[in-house]
């Protein structure tokens, strides 16, 4: 028995869709296990973060307690209060990351124990340290010893937990890369075979129907532009994913066949390479997130006051490791450095902008930022001599997935600046862009203070 062309069609459609259909599935439920393994990761990093904190205000209180058995003077005791009385708000991040860890509870609060013990034995002794005899000082010592002792053991051992939850945390996101490398090209294809037969579905209707030909012509136009849409999605993300798998791939195939010690330097060059996908594939997935976190409204602004030149300083030297041979950034600041603003938001933006300036540019080039604090506004300006912005493409410079003509070559997602008007919208600033092809571009950006 014979079908017509359109049943085979909507029969091919059919498990096509399927297939999409369980594609779209496993990839939600891998992202939504590649957030959870996200989240656990930060509470793990947070967690270590404020163990080191305390550790190193223990090694504050013991060494001004020691100063001050030695030398007698009350500023190493000021100094073991301040000490003290930061310890108290990292117990408290900690009791809220590890709520439900029996046995992480239990070191914690054992780790809580001894520095309430050590805080009173030295709160026992003498305001005046001087009457103190030599067997005496001695006897303090060798106790204090012991009591820190005990201390750095149990802060080891809580660490050693946190450390071992990081590992099988980064072991299950390299699951995850795995499962996205091959999950995403085939779903690509299966995304495309869908719009080839809806496209052609769509096509035999209008020649069924051609009373209703002005109708389905308006339809036929949306629908071409979200498949222009989905495209362009499919087009930058097979690509952009594509390119550093590939790299990463290769460089461990690469690195596995250098065996010898005189190879090290190979396979540390095939280890960077590693790395830098590795980096560029965090980046586009932080773009996604970002995107998403913006549609659904959970962005927050959360506006701290903090010294801009300083802040820019130390972004601008952890930005110089991208910088291609002989670039650099000039940095100059005027007025005054105090300003109000989200540390967050302002670093995704100035890094965006940043980076696409290097990118963008050629070797040896300079990359112009300057920032200016008024009255009444923050000016910031992010300037480059690369290759230009036409007129035709900045009208539609800040779109989502949009990228210059003259870009085809170099990797982006068409995000970042759209990720950047958004944060910038959010600090109630705006953002204009001056730019000339082969000539260079500037960003200026203006915050309210």
């Known amino acids: 028995m014979k079908f017509p062309v359109t049943i085979k069609l909507y029969i091919g459609f059919g498990i096509l869709f399927l297939f999409s259909l369980a594609i779209g599935i496993s990839s939600w439920y891998t992202l939504k296990q590649q957030a959870r393994v996200s989240q656990t990761l930060n509470n793990t990093y947070r967690v270590m973060n404020a163990v080191d904190d305390i550790q190193n205000l223990l090694t504050d209180m013991e060494s001004n307690r020691r100063g001050r058995r030695l030398t007698h003077q009350q500023s190493y005791l000021d100094l073991y209060y301040q000490a003290h009385d930061q310890i108290i708000p990292a117990f408290a991040e900690i009791d809220r990351l590890i709520i439900g860890d029996t046995a992480q509870c239990a070191r914690v609060a054992r780790l809580e124990k001894q520095l309430n013990d050590i805080s009173f034995f030295w709160s026992s002794l003498r305001l005046d340290e001087s009457g103190y005899d030599t067997n005496e000082i001695n006897r303090i010592t060798l106790e204090e010893k012991n009591q820190v002792y005990e201390i750095r053991s149990t802060i080891r051992e809580i660490l050693k ?15 995850t890369i795995s499962f996205m490398s091959w999950s995403l090209p085939f779903g690509t294809i299966i995304l495309q075979a869908i719009i080839l037969s809806l496209i052609f ?9 051609k009373k209703a030909e002005a109708g389905l012509r308006t ?14 999605f499919i087009s930058m993300a097979s690509h952009e994913f594509r390119t550093p798998l590939s790299s990463i791939l290769a460089s461990t195939f690469l690195a596995a066949k250098y065996k010898t010690t005189e190879e090290q330097y190979k396979r540390e060059k095939h ?22 976190q913006l549609e ?19 972004m601008v030297e952890d930005l110089q490791s991208i910088l291609k041979p002989g670039q650099r950034i000039e940095y100059k600041h005027k007025g005054q450095s105090k300003v109000y603003l989200d540390t967050s938001l302002l670093k995704h933006i100035l890094i965006n902008l940043l980076s696409n300036a290097v990118k963008f540019s050629n070797d040896n080039d300079i990359i112009t930022l300057f920032t200016e604090l008024n009255d009444r506004h923050v000016e910031i300006s992010v300037k480059d001599n690369g290759i230009g912005i036409s007129k035709q493409d900045q009208e539609h410079l800040f779109e989502r997935f949009h990228r210059g003509a003259n870009a085809f070559n170099i990797e982006g997602t068409g995000l ?3 990720i950047v008007v958004k944060y910038t919208q ?24």
């Open 271 to 292: 280890y960077e390479r590693i790395k830098s996908g590795v980096h560029n594939l965090n980046e586009i997935l932080e773009d996604m997130l970002s995107i998403e």
């Open 426 to 449: 959010l600090m109630d600033g705006n953002i204009k862009c001056k730019s000339e092809e082969s000539v260079g571009t500037e960003f200026l950006l203006s915050f309210p203070q």
């Open 219 to 232: 339809i036929i136009e949306k629908e071409q532009q979200l498949n222009e849409l989905k495209s362009r």
């Open 161 to 175: 937990v946190e450390n071992l939850r990081q590992l099988q945390g980064e072991n299950d996101n390299n699951k």
């Open 416 to 418: 970042g600046l759209h």
């Open 296 to 314: 659904i409204g959970k962005v927050k602004v959360r506006p701290v006051f903090f010294d801009l030149e300083e802040f820019i300083e130390a």
């Open 201 to 209: 579905l769509v096509i035999e209707e209008l020649l069924k129907r």
